[in-house]
Structures are given as structure tokens and as C-alpha cells.
């Protein structure tokens, strides 16, 4: 059997989490499939998967030649692509991942417009509240609301006015002590997200210091859906922190409140970041060249809005 075709088929039940969903995606039968990931683990000579009725799951050194396989697909697709050089257009199957509200509300949007455009290419959309391990996770593009870290990514800006903004609904501030300086949170009912920090909260330095102000307190509710944090707050059970575009409409329409507005971090920037030499890849690269000036379009109205946002 041929070993590149085999970690294709491995990749492949990953993704799709069984043998059988595999089978069907490649067009081959369980007991394919089966073979394919068997004739892998004899060659290396260990077991990469351990195998239910119903389930998959990746022992250790799977999961580390899982990482492998798809550095390799990824390599050779890219010789494939370079090699057919501009002749190749965009196609196959793209994976981006995102935040889940703005990859619900911003990104989502343009990628039905992208696929419009480009007819041969599929996407598959993950939204995570986590970054993601491109490389080993097999993605292709994230959007990323952070302070970058990572060095070997390609990054496009696509927006830098985000700001984390501390919020509650004006029937919680009237029944509770007010909030004039971060300290006073601890005196609160903290609802708290997991992508936001589940039992503390950062703050700039105060005047004439260097040293950041990092509040601890014992959530009343942790949750990891940032939609349940805004519902909750919305309905006068705490105060969290999120960013300005998930809470700008309610703040608008009076049903939240910004508090500890002098006490807001800096801005956070956005980008599309993807591993080095995938912009070589057509599909990656239309879709970067064709998101970028839209998203940078979207966060620039969003960001407008949120200034509009009265003290």
C-alpha cells in the first residue's frame, strides 16, 4: 500500500472522527480504511488509534504522527500547487477557524460571498474559543483577536481598534456597590469566560507604575460560551468581560452598561494568520486577498460603533 495515500486516509478518519464517516468522504468501505490505518501502525510499529464501536481516539504517539502526516500532505500539496504555478486555480477544500461570534457574524458572511466567487473550493468553518495548532490541527487560516506571538505565521492586519470592555446591565449596578476602580470587583457577582480569564482579570498599571493590576475573584458562573456571558449579564445576574463588538448593541440599546472605562487594556489587533508557505496555495491565497479588505471594512464600521458608545 502506498504509505503517502495511507496518512491521507489516517488524516481523513481523524477529521471526520470515525472509519466509517472516512470511508464515506474518500469513497472506500470501513474494512479500506481499516486496512489503510493498520498497514500505517505496522510500519511504524506502534498503535496510532484505539478503535470503539462507535468512536476513534488518537494514542500518544498518534497524536504526534498525526502532526507528521499533515506537515507532509501540506508539503506536498504545496509542491503541486508551485509546480503547476499559475495555471492552478483555486480549489479543494479550505480550513479556516475563528472565534465563534465573530466567526458567526463577521467572518462567516464573506466566506459564503468567497465561495460564490470560486466554485471549486469548499470551506470548512471552525469556531473555536481556543487557538488552534494550524500546523498540527491541519488549518489552514485562523482569525485571530490578539497580540501575536507566533513568528513563523503569516500575518495580514485586518483591524486594531478591539477593545475588552467590562460590562453589566443597569438593574445589577443599582442593587450592588458601586465599581469605581478594579479593585472593587471582588465586592461583585463575576461571570466569567474561560477565553477571557475564569478567575482573574487584568488592568493597566495605575499612574506612574509599570506593574499591570491583576484582579482575582471567585466566579459566581464560568461558562465557555460568550453569547451565554452576554445573556446572562444582559439579564442582571453579574458583570463580565468581553469584547466591544460582542457587547455594542446592548450597550446602544441601554440594556448593558461599560463600567471601568479609564482602566481599559490597549486595543487588540486583528489578523488571518496562516502557517508559512501556504499563501503559495491558491485557495489560500484567494481567499486571504479576497477577506482581508472586507474584514478591515467590517471591524472598521464595528469600531465606529463602539466609539459612538456614550460614557
Known amino acids: 500500500m502506498d504509505r503517502i495515500e495511507a496518512m491521507r486516509v489516517f488524516v481523513a478518519a481523524l477529521d471526520e472522527g470515525s472509519l466509517a464517516a472516512a470511508g464515506r468522504k ?32 488518537l494514542s500518544e504517539a498518534g497524536a504526534r504522527y498525526a502532526a507528521a502526516c499533515r506537515r507532509v500532505l501540506i508539503d506536498l500539496e504545496e509542491a503541486d500547487l508551485s509546480a503547476a504555478g499559475e495555471r492552478t486555480a483555486p480549489r479543494g477544500t479550505l480550513t479556516v477557524t475563528a472565534p465563534p461570534i465573530s466567526g458567526e457574524e463577521i467572518l462567516r458572511p464573506i466566506i459564503d460571498a468567497y465561495l ?63 465599581i469605581d476602580e478594579p479593585a472593587d470587583l471582588v465586592k461583585h457577582h463575576i461571570i466569567s469566560t474561560t477565553h477571557f480569564g475564569r478567575d482573574a482579570w487584568v488592568f493597566p498599571p495605575v499612574p506612574g507604575s509599570t506593574i499591570a493590576r491583576s484582579i482575582h475573584f471567585t466566579p459566581r458562573l464560568v461558562v465557555n460560551s460568550v453569547r451565554a456571558a452576554l445573556a446572562s449579564a444582559v439579564d442582571g445576574h453579574g458583570v463580565t468581560r468581553l469584547y466591544t463588538y460582542h457587547v455594542a448593541e446592548r450597550v446602544l440599546d441601554g440594556s448593558l452598561k461599560i463600567v471601568l472605562r479609564d482602566a481599559e487594556p490597549s486595543p487588540m489587533p486583528v489578523h488571518l494568520i496562516t502557517p508559512q508557505g501556504r499563501t503559495s496555495v491558491p485557495k489560500v491565497r484567494a481567499f486571504i486577498d479576497f477577506a482581508a479588505p472586507r474584514l478591515r471594512a467590517e471591524f472598521a464600521r464595528l469600531s465606529a460603533g463602539a466609539g459612538a458608545l456614550k460614557r
Open 26 to 57: 474518500l469513497g472506500r468501505s470501513p474494512a479500506a480504511v481499516s486496512r489503510a490505518i493498520a498497514f500505517l501502525e505496522h510500519h511504524v510499529g506502534t498503535e496510532l488509534l484505539h478503535r470503539t464501536t462507535r468512536a476513534i481516539k
Open 116 to 178: 460564490d466567487v470560486y466554485p471549486a473550493v469548499s470551506v470548512n468553518l471552525i469556531l473555536l474559543d481556543r487557538n488552534a495548532n494550524l500546523v498540527d490541527e491541519g488549518i489552514d487560516i485562523a482569525l485571530r483577536v490578539a497580540e501575536l506571538q507566533d513568528s513563523s505565521m503569516v500575518a495580514v492586519r485586518v483591524g486594531g481598534d478591539v477593545k475588552r470592555v467590562i460590562v453589566a446591565s443597569p438593574r445589577y449596578l443599582a442593587g450592588h456597590p458601586r
